[in-house]
């Protein structure tokens, strides 16, 4: 069965810090990876996803992932965190045994940028 | 584009009543997903579609019903609601061309059962 973990509930750091939200999966067969980002009282916005290829995927908002097979993990990160950047992170796995585009979610991980 | 539509916005159901949510997409993509948000468990999959007749149950479909009449509109419904189902409802869209697209959410729509 497929299975994703966010294993923090909030991540802090400071404006200008790099950031590093964590994800590890967990699939049968060829994962895709997805992030993406909920800002207060909106839907989900799409920020990368990885398929196949360069295991450095480049997202919106400067925003980067490193698929790591061999640790199946899919962190996000950001070389300088801003301010707006606070907001609430999805990590999602689909692929395996499902051929209908459906996705697991993580549990989410909340992301406190501090001026 | 609208994009991915959701209405309404808020509700308020007392238990026992019945309610139906609305999701609307004008992009022509052929799958559609209803999913519920709760906190601290992510987004779980209710329900979802892969063409116009055609629906599936997702991770948590007890309680819910859905149609597919036409692709661009996604129909939520709760016959008889329960205080288990509050909940923030999200409905989002796929092109179904791969199983690696992307998908694309509403704004979501926020439902308290009393």
């Known amino acids: 069965a497929q299975s994703v973990a966010q294993p923090e509930d909030q991540v802090n750091v400071a404006e200008g810090n790099p950031l590093t939200v964590k994800c590890t999966y967990s699939?049968?067969?060829?994962?895709?990876l997805f992030w993406y980002v909920q800002y207060p009282n909106r839907g989900l916005q799409f920020l990368l996803k990885y398929i196949t290829g360069d295991n450095l995927v480049k997202g919106s908002y400067g925003f980067e992932a490193e698929f790591n097979k061999s640790q199946t993990s899919f962190h996000l990160k950001k070389p300088s965190a801003l301010v707006s950047d606070s907001a609430l992170y999805f990590c999602?796995?689909?692929?395996?045994?499902?051929?209908?585009?459906?996705?697991?979610f993580g549990q989410g991980t909340t992301l406190q940028v501090k001026p | 584009n609208a994009g991915v539509t959701q209405t309404p916005k808020f509700r308020v159901l007392k238990t026992g009543q019945s309610m139906t949510l609305l999701c609307a997409q004008d992009m022509n993509h052929e799958y559609m997903y209803w999913y519920r948000q709760d906190p601290g468990m992510g987004l779980r999959l209710i329900h979802y579609s892969v063409g116009e007749g055609t629906t599936a149950k997702g991770e948590v479909p007890d309680g819910y019903n859905v149609s597919r009449l036409k692709k661009q509109n996604f129909l939520l419904g709760l016959e008889s609601a329960a205080p288990s189902q509050t909940s923030v409802y999200f409905c989002?869209?796929?092109?179904?061309?791969?199983?690696?697209?992307?998908?694309?959410f509403g704004p979501g729509t926020r439902l308290t059962v009393l």
């Open positions: 989002a869209s796929s092109p179904g061309v791969s199983i690696t697209d992307t998908q694309y």
């Open positions: 999602a796995v689909g692929g395996g045994s499902s051929n209908t585009g459906k996705l697991i």
């Open positions: 699939v049968s067969g060829n994962p895709y």
